[in-house]
């Protein structure tokens, strides 16, 4: 498939669910449009459409038995974000992880460039705060401080967008281990896969991550607000911390999340948080219209 280097690279997506799936399959069309990888959607509890290409694989998780641990009666026990990383290393070298709820440019042709940076742990991207408490609530919860001693290194990163190779492995799999024993049946505020990883990148003194490269928003016109910016960027504004160079959006911002874009254009991968399907192709008209390369 795709490529026949001996370094092989694949991006992967996931949804549990049609209207996950659904989104993944947008996702998985401009992936294919705007890069040479391979891709690979994972899905379960909903069924595939007809997109075909030599380059694209559709992976029922309903014949692995990790899906009946982690899906009972419908609903997710554990999220199975880091088994599917864990999964794509079996046959490629570089994987690059996005979720369902991501609309790209065409500049996420570069992701693959950030794996200079690897060294034995996965990079993800930052989040636009720093802290581990994100609008008064925690991030990383009790019982997961309970399991896995850490001193905060990095700001906050999120593995909607998160990249491995096989020097990674070893994180991966414990990663794995640890979403299962922590998060399976915890209502606990902070237990999730997301603060496992963090928490074990900081207990391994990890102090690298990918730069802002998605904008956290609401809505598709953040793109447009996005074009205004890089057209004319003397006097918008910047985000108050120096270690997180980046514009703020100011119309299309999440709350207190501090919604932001990379200084240049070229680094602008694309926005994260949009599902409905009508947002989502709403996105996709408006980069195709401001964002060809």
Not at 70 to 86: L, N, R, W, Y
Not at 148 to 169: D, E, F, M, V
């Amino acid at each position: 498939m795709g490529d026949t280097k001996s370094n092989k690279k694949v991006i992967i997506t996931y949804g549990i669910g049609q209207s996950y799936i659904d989104n993944c399959e947008i996702l998985a069309s401009y992936l294919l449009k705007y890069t040479p990888y391979d891709i690979i959607i994972y899905y379960g509890n909903g069924s595939v459409s007809d997109l075909n290409s030599s380059r694209l694989q559709k992976i029922n998780l309903s014949s692995f038995n990790f899906y009946s641990e982690a899906v009972v009666d419908g609903k997710m026990e554990f999220t199975i974000t880091p088994i599917i990383t864990q999964l794509a290393l079996d046959s490629y070298d570089e994987v690059a992880y996005l979720d369902s709820d991501i609309q790209v440019t065409p500049y996420i042709k570069n992701i693959f460039k950030e794996f200079d940076n690897i060294s034995d742990y996965p990079l993800a991207c930052r989040y636009p705060w720093f802290y581990t408490q994100v609008n008064g609530k925690d991030w990383i919860g009790d019982k997961i401080k309970q399991n896995i001693l850490y001193r905060q290194l990095t700001p906050t990163l999120g593995i909607s967008c998160h990249i491995a190779n096989k020097k990674c492995l070893p994180f991966i799999n414990e990663w794995v281990e640890l979403t299962k024993k922590l998060t399976k049946n915890s209502s606990e505020q902070g237990v999730h896969e997301e603060a496992v990883f963090n928490a074990l990148v900081w207990s391994k003194g990890g102090n690298k991550w990918i730069p802002s490269k998605f904008a956290w928003v609401p809505n598709p016109e953040a793109i447009l607000e996005a074009e205004e910016i890089y057209s004319s960027p003397k006097g918008k504004p910047h985000h108050p911390d120096k270690s997180n160079p980046a514009f703020l959006l100011e119309k299309n911002s999440w709350g207190g999340g501090l919604s932001c874009i990379p200084l240049n254009k070229n680094e602008f991968w694309g926005l994260h948080t949009i599902k409905n399907i009508d947002k989502v192709k709403k996105a996709y008209l408006y980069i195709e219209k401001h964002f060809k390369l």
